[in-house]
């Protein structure tokens, strides 16, 4: 059994993982690079595959130099085909594929101060007295334990949290290669919905073309079932062929993937020493499945304040206040004292006016959130009774947001 010690052990070295050791291991000018463990699981089933990831920006980005693509301007098309053109200038929709993004930080994260790298399968992690321990197995097979101040856990969660709306969106892409030049690389189709109407759920081509010959072109369904592989394919040879009209055409390589929509919450604090982030951590957007822009905030936002001194997980609080909180992440525990707005619950959309923390955990305070806010939610604990708290130990879920909320 491997036993070490770490400032900082960050889970998972997908689009959350990498962008928090990325941020963690470049800290402001005259602080201390913190003792940085990354775990990654070894090739296999729990790695996924490289993906596409596409976010809005505005330029110069921290990425740029690895982008595959960027577009400025994008497009929806109804079902008759009618176009509208948006351009969502200073944005512009950039295309990174992860192979690009890994190498990418990995040149920038290397030399002194480099995060230390272990590939295994992490199967626990949970609070001690001093921290938090981590335990796995090692790519060769033996145990493993790593312990350390804290912990960012970005497995993606094996269930999903209740829900009063859960859906899937999945898709399939394949990278292709035409005979024609048939593509305009200025724009992207964000959504075309010449695709057939699934029985349940809705569906759309995405088109995101890199030249005038090559594109990732993508059937997506946001329902509740995925598709077998032949189902995928068809849909996209109907899209390809019949939609867009490509003409011959070679599929260079192909991307699949399936990302929660759902309403419910993911707990981002998992422990005392024990946070989750990435889509564990509730960074997917639930109406379109877009995560990575959300990540890097959440990334900044912890790394900003462990560099100042303290640590936090993402935080829950929308920006209705204080200057500082970004929208629905935190940066960093400013204060909203003096704040004449007040701040809104992320989860329930409420508003508050600067209610001391203190007092927040009372019963009123606790009734009038719960009942004017979350009353059908079956994740508040104080409504399960139908949207009225029954008693002050039902309010433990609300505690632990005051916890989390601006000092
Ligand atoms: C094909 C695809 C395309 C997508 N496109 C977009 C897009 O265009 N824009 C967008 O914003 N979002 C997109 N998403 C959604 C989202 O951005 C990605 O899913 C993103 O990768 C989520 O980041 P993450 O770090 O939370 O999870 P991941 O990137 O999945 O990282 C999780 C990491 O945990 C590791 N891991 C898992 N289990 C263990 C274990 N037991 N022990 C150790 N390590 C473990 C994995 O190896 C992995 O490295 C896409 C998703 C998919 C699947």
Redesign the pocket.
Known sequence: MVVRDTDVIV?????????LVYRLCTPPPGRPVPEVTL???PAGP????E?????WEASPGDFDGALSASWESLRVRGRDGTASVGRPAPFRYK?LR?GAFEELLAGRLAGPGAPRRVT????AVHDTASGAEVT?VAADGSALTLRGRWVFD???PRVLPPARTTLLQH?R?WFVRTERPVFDPRTADLMDFRTPRPPHGLSFGYVLPTSTHEALVEYTEFSREVLDDAGYDRALRHYTEHVLGLGPFEVTAT?????PMTDGRFPRRAGRSVFR?????G???PS????????QRQARAVAAAYHAGRVRGPGRWTRSCCAGWTAGESTGPRSSRGCSVGYRCRACSVSWTATPARTRTSRSACARRSVRCCAPSPNCRGCRDGGRPTDESDHTEERRLSDDAPP
């Open positions: 889970v998972g070295a997908g689009a959350a993982g990498l962008s775990v990654d699981a729990l790695r996924p595959p993906r596409t990831w596409c976010f295309m992860s295994a399968r992490i199967d796995g970005s497995r993606p898709f892409g991307e699949r993937g399936v990302i982030i990435g889509t564990a951590g960074a997917t957007r379109t499945g877009y995560t990575f822009a959300a990540a």
